[in-house]
C-alpha cells in the first residue's frame, strides 16, 4: 500500500515545508537550529514507522520558485533516504519500500 502525503510550502517570515499526515508536521528552512531540525526528523520517522507499505511525497503548490525548486529536491532527496532506512529497520523489512 503507498501512502501518498502532501507537502506543500508556507511562504511567512519564514519558509517551511508542511508535511500533512493526520497531524501536521514542519519543518523550518530558513533556521540554522539543529535541535529543531532533530525534533522534526523524529517525528516524521515516528509517524512513518506506524505506517504500513511504502510512503510518496507529493510536493503541492502554485507558486513554482526557488522555494518550489529548492523544496522539490529536498524532498526528492529525502524521500531516497526514507526508503533506505526503512529497510534497515527489522519489522519493516517485509514490506515493500
Wanted: zero cysteines.
Amino acid at each position: 500500500m503507498e501512502n501518498k502525503v502532501k507537502v506543500t510550502i508556507k511562504r511567512d517570515k519564514e519558509i517551511q515545508l508542511i508535511f500533512h499526515f493526520d497531524e501536521e508536521l514542519s519543518l523550518n528552512l530558513s533556521t540554522d537550529d539543529t535541535v529543531e531540525t532533530q525534533n522534526f526528523f523524529l517525528a516524521l520517522f515516528k509517524k512513518i514507522i506506524n505506517m504500513d507499505g511504502t510512503i510518496s511525497l507529493l510536493l503541492s503548490d502554485e507558486v513554482e520558485d526557488l522555494y518550489y525548486d529548492v523544496s522539490k529536491k529536498y524532498i526528492s532527496n529525502l524521500e531516497e533516504e526514507i526508503k533506505k532506512v526503512m529497510k534497515e529497520i527489522p519489522q519493516r523489512k517485509k514490506i515493500n519500500i
